[in-house]
């Protein structure tokens, strides 16, 4: 009956189910629990093994299939005494699995404090099989993205799970432990998180020759994926483009093994014999593997899934050159073209197969902001706007998008978007709104502060416009989150800002001084719109109305370097400069070619942006007119 309703899972995940349907499957999954209550009964007091799997399985198909916790709370602890009293130690154990597993649902601290009293439990046994399970149970929730933020906790198990691992040579569970502490780190608010993380993925790779590491491609794509992190994190480029080329190269070599299986499960071996009958009197927590040994199964991504987040990584690892050479939106539309239905055959449960097909989701959306921000580096801001259109629209999504970080996200771009497109009043709106204001109080998330941050510096050249006594208060008060960012472009944005936005009376050296404060890590992070926005920024300061071959090399390469930015805003402005010094060097010849291209230039300016410039200069010619 249980192979029968979940072999209906993929259709009634599909959207497409009728309350037929779901009907036949209630009434399958019914009659299963029904045949293993009767079953139960029936082996009361003849075989005490058998009643104890037969209560095991039970208690596994109430987790997976139904919501009457109490019903399973009772089962549980009826199990459990039957386990202690016939020393049944396996079953107990995998009953207490489960239990930790339920409980989770609905007290999460509850759950790690279960976890935790069994694995003391299970170390005064000696069992350390089952220390290890109930470890990377207790680590892996933890991690979970609803779960309650457990940084240090979690830690201090990964560190006593690497110590038993030394201890008894385990280097499977090395490998993951490792894996998982660099993880954690990566995840942290630490100052020393990215070196932490680098530290555990080094001891995970001191494996890399080991035949453990051989027969867990998983954890090799997995350290290569959070290294490139690492490096993202840390704003370091040239590193990044680097370790996106051997990501690439490992996983078409990796995810050739046969290693793979269609739903992502894996064993690591503990390096001791399978006991007769481990997989049923664990619920599968343990396997056998082909050999004999016994195994700790765990489930992580499909062959596809990792493709997906490789594609993904690669391509936020493009941003910052996209506006050049459009790489980083080439691999992410490669890796949702993987955003595929799930393979045939998953024998799994419909909320176990809603789970997988949410982790996709999930993987599909994140690429398809990456996307949007991709689209941004290179101002085709009516591809994004519609690419948020999308995403509102698909209601696949509409869960996804009530997230804190998501929805701020979302909002941000839009207002980008609007920024782009010359709407100024409705771009100020969106970052003034509440999910993208700064508070210091919060405990956001540092992503979500560095996203309020940019709406923050974004306001204050809308503000200059719009309300220009406001820009330099605003600015004055996101100084001391710029100075120490570690975000090189930030900082690099907040010493441009300073230039231009600072009271009029602000001395040229000083001038100079912001200018060369932004060049320096602008040049770092090789953010060419940051490098086009200086150096004609130095041009239009410093060379207007000058005639020379300084100022002409000023506008030179601020025309170069717009062009590389991909900005045609930016583009004819630079091309602007640079036709007013031809003009008054004399050099006629050149500057109908250059005229020509800030005609053509100006036709890709968004209209709005156009209408608002066209307007602006003809209210200045009016003042000047009546003066």
């Known amino acids: 009956y249980l192979t029968a309703a979940h072999s209906m899972s993929a259709h009634l995940c599909s959207g497409d189910a009728t309350d037929e349907h779901w009907e036949s499957y209630h009434a399958m999954i019914a009659t299963a629990l029904g045949c293993l209550e009767s079953a139960s009964k029936d082996w009361g007091t003849h075989e005490p093994r058998k009643q104890a799997r037969i209560r095991l399985k039970l208690a596994e198909v109430l987790l997976e299939e139904t919501t009457n916790s109490e019903e399973l709370a009772d089962l549980l602890v009826k199990g459990i005494d039957h386990c202690e009293r016939e020393r049944l130690m396996d079953i107990k154990y995998a009953l207490k699995h489960l239990e930790v597993r339920a409980q989770f649902r609905s007290s999460p601290k509850s759950a790690f404090k279960l976890a935790e009293t069994a694995i003391a439990d299970a170390q005064a046994q000696r069992l350390q099989r089952w220390v290890y399970a109930f470890r990377f149970l207790r680590i892996s929730l933890s991690m979970q993205p609803d779960g309650p933020s457990e940084t240090a ?22 490998i993951i432990s490792a894996s998982l502490e660099a993880i954690m780190h990566v995840h942290s608010n630490r100052l020393d998180a990215l070196e932490s993380a680098q530290r555990a993925l080094t001891a995970a790779r001191t494996h890399q020759l080991a035949p453990e590491m051989e027969q867990l491609p998983q954890m090799c794509a997995l350290l290569d994926c959070v290294d490139l992190a690492c490096s993202l994190s840390d704003y ?9 080329d051997r990501l690439h190269h490992d996983l078409d070599k990796r995810t050739r093994t046969n290693a793979w299986s269609k739903d992502g499960s894996f064993l690591i071996t503990l390096g001791e014999a399978a006991g007769e009958g481990v997989e049923a009197d664990t619920a599968g927590i343990f396997r056998s593997t082909t ?11 499909s062959r596809s899934q990792l493709y997906m987040i490789g594609y993904s990584l690669t391509g936020s690892g493009l941003l910052w050159r996209n506006s050049e050479d459009k790489k980083a939106e080439t691999f992410i539309a490669q890796g949702l073209k993987l955003d595929q239905p799930l ?29 949007i921000f991709a689209y941004c580096t290179r101002a085709n801001w009516a591809s994004a706007a519609d ?46 709104s509440p999910n993208l204001t700064i508070d210091p109080r919060s405990k956001a998330p540092p992503y979500l502060k560095d996203l309020r941050l940019l709406a923050g510096l974004n306001q204050v050249p809308i503000l200059r416009s719009l309300s220009p006594s406001s820009a330099y208060p605003l600015l004055a008060a996101l100084y001391p989150l710029c100075q120490s960012h570690t975000s090189p472009s930030i900082r690099s944005a907040y010493q441009i800002l300073a230039a231009s936005s600072s009271p009029s009376s602000l001395p040229i050296i000083k001038q100079k001084q912001y200018l060369q404060a932004a060049l320096t890590p602008a040049q770092a992070a090789k953010n060419s719109q940051m490098l086009s926005i200086i150096m004609n920024t130095m041009t239009e300061m410093f060379f207007t109305g000058i005639v020379g071959k300084q100022a002409l090399q000023s506008a030179d390469a601020g025309t170069q370097l717009a062009t590389k930015s991909a900005d045609p805003l930016w583009g004819v402005v630079a091309q602007g400069m640079y036709r007013s010094l031809l003009e008054r060097s004399g050099e006629v010849s050149k500057v109908d070619i250059v005229e020509k291209r800030v005609r053509q230039g100006w036709e890709k300016v968004p209209e709005g942006v156009r209408e608002r410039l066209e307007g602006q200069w003809e209210k200045e010619r009016h003042v000047q007119g009546g003066a």
Not at 392 to 415: H, I, K, N, V
């Open 387 to 432: 690419a948020i259109d999308d995403l509102r629209g698909e209601s696949s999504y509409t869960a996804d998008l009530q997230d804190e970080t998501t929805a701020a996200t979302l909002l941000y771009l839009a207002g980008v978007c609007k920024h782009g497109l010359g709407d100024l009043e409705t771009a100020l709106s969106i970052y003034q």
């Open 236 to 244: 370091q480029n040239e590193q990044a483009k680097s370790k996106t």
């Open 291 to 301: 050999s004999g040994e016994l195994a700790l199964s765990f489930q992580w991504l």
């Open 343 to 371: 393979p045939d055959g998953l024998s799994l449960s419909v909320r176990a197969y809603g789970e997988m097909q949410a982790v996709q989701r999930r993987m599909a959306l994140e690429a398809k902001l990456v996307m």
């Open 153 to 174: 906790s979690t830690l201090k198990h990964l560190t006593e799970l690497t110590a038993e691992a030394d201890a008894r040579q385990d280097v499977a569970v090395q």
